[in-house]
């Protein structure tokens, strides 16, 4: 593993005070959902009535590395790739042996789920741009039995040779919460990345904060505004980039409420109002 030293990362991400952060939660036990505590207690073998204590824990040694909304929040203990619509036939591509790279895997999480239900791990890639993968270690308690492969490293670099190996022969890339923390001529240059890694067939794939009515949006916790997409503009950013880097890409997209991502609708008030999450899948045509 590589560290990095541009971070392609929004600066407020390398410090915060808790008291002073309005995405910190100092109680996130009900974030503990049924299907989080399921795979605590049958895949990690975390007892129900330690996993409130433990993930506290988890979650304070993952702020102390970096500090993001979604950490702070908690968001990240409600599984997310699980509720994509594609979620089925993504878990059946890894289990006939597709090779899947989940970009910003921050701990993990949604690796793990893979694995609970049913995948193999040894074709699974991990990359984040910081390494919290120990963390992850602590937290699914795993590290002995995990076999999928953690790469820190910037998916904006070229020229990472950690990142080489994978380019032209991935077969799903999940990105989920990664992209919004961009403006629009940011996303255009991250996805342009992602596509170095895949091949036709291959399919990019994962959700992030939207809104119904596309628009650049200033946040107080940001200097830089950041692209909030709808579908329509999502399936732009595809068309753009597929003329950018001679592919074609056809794209689905779907706009949820926090709650129907079994979030909190407070989660968002700290952003712009009608606040969305965008869930996609787009596949590589040519």
């Not at 995990?146 to 490293?153: H, S």
């Amino acid at each position: 593993m590589t560290s990095q030293t541009n971070y392609s990362e929004p600066e407020y991400a390398k410090s915060q005070d808790k008291a002073k952060a309005p995405f910190y939660h100092p109680n996130i036990e009900r974030r503990l959902v049924p299907e989080t505590q399921e795979l605590l207690e049958k895949y990690s073998h975390v007892p129900r009535d330690q996993q409130s204590e433990h993930i506290h824990k988890i979650r304070d040694q993952a702020w102390d590395i970096r500090a993001y909304p979604c950490i702070g929040l908690g968001s990240w203990l409600t599984p997310q790739l699980c509720r994509l619509p594609a979620y089925d036939d993504i878990l059946k591509r890894v289990k006939d042996g597709a090779t899947l790279m989940d970009v910003g895997t921050f701990v993990g999480h949604d690796l793990r789920r893979l694995v609970y239900d049913g995948a193999p791990s040894e074709n699974m890639f991990g990359i984040d741009i910081v390494n919290l993968f120990d963390v992850g270690y602590n937290l699914f308690r795993d590290r002995e039995h995990f076999k999928g492969n953690f790469i820190e490293a910037d998916i904006l670099s070229p020229t990472s040779p950690e990142l080489a190996p994978l380019r032209g022969h991935v077969d799903i890339v999940v990105v989920s919460q990664v992209l919004h923390q961009w403006d629009w001529e940011g996303q255009l240059k991250a996805v342009q990345a992602l596509t170095t890694f895949t091949k036709p067939g291959s399919w990019i794939v994962g959700n992030q904060i939207g809104n119904p009515e596309a628009q650049a949006v200033s946040l107080m916790s940001r200097s830089t505004a950041l692209w909030r997409h709808n579908p329509d503009s999502f399936a732009k950013m595809f068309e753009v980039v597929g003329d950018s880097t001679g592919t074609r890409w056809e794209t689905q997209a779907w706009l949820r409420t926090f709650e129907e991502m079994g979030w909190d609708a407070n989660d968002g008030v700290w952003m712009e109002p009608n606040v969305r999450v965008i869930e996609f899948v787009a596949k590589r045509v040519s």
